[in-house]
Nanobody, 120 residues
Framework: LQLVESGGGSVQTGGSLRLSCAASEDTDYCVGWFRQAPTKAREGVAWLDKTGTTQYANSVKGRFTISTGAGNRLYLQMNNLKPEDRAMYYC??????????????????WGQGTQVNVSS
């Protein structure tokens, strides 16, 4: 499975961006969006399990929305962006087991990342 992100860029505080992740195949995977800011550990922001249930980190709840679309695409709609959202954003996928993982080390497949900058 190959993943390719796009849609990053630079916005001002309060702005919006939509990240897109194109998957090379249509298979039943657990998926998620993660981010990593300079000098910080990679953290999860949104997850979508095989039942379609979504989960969000508290820091983005109410502002970010994870969804899927035609063409094996995964999206992350980010509204009301804040300077602390500035990071490299990655989509990830894993076949999972009885349940889907949320910790980044448990995801097998990763995209190359797309940079999001938010200025105050």
């Amino acid at each position: 499975l190959q993943l390719v992100e796009s849609g990053g860029g630079s916005v001002q505080t309060g702005g919006s961006l939509r990240l897109s992740c194109a998957a090379s195949e249509d298979t039943d995977y657990c998926v998620g969006w993660f981010r990593q800011a300079p000098t910080k550990a990679r953290e999860g922001v949104a997850w979508l399990d095989k039942t379609g249930t979504t989960q969000y980190a508290n820091s983005v709840k109410g502002r970010f929305t994870i969804s899927t679309g035609a063409g094996n695409r995964l999206y992350l709609q980010m509204n009301n962006l804040k300077p602390e959202d500035r990071a490299m954003y990655y989509c990830a996928a894993d076949r999972g087991g009885w349940s889907c993982p949320t910790y980044y080390r448990d995801f097998r497949y990763w995209g190359q990342g797309t940079q999001v900058n938010v200025s105050s």
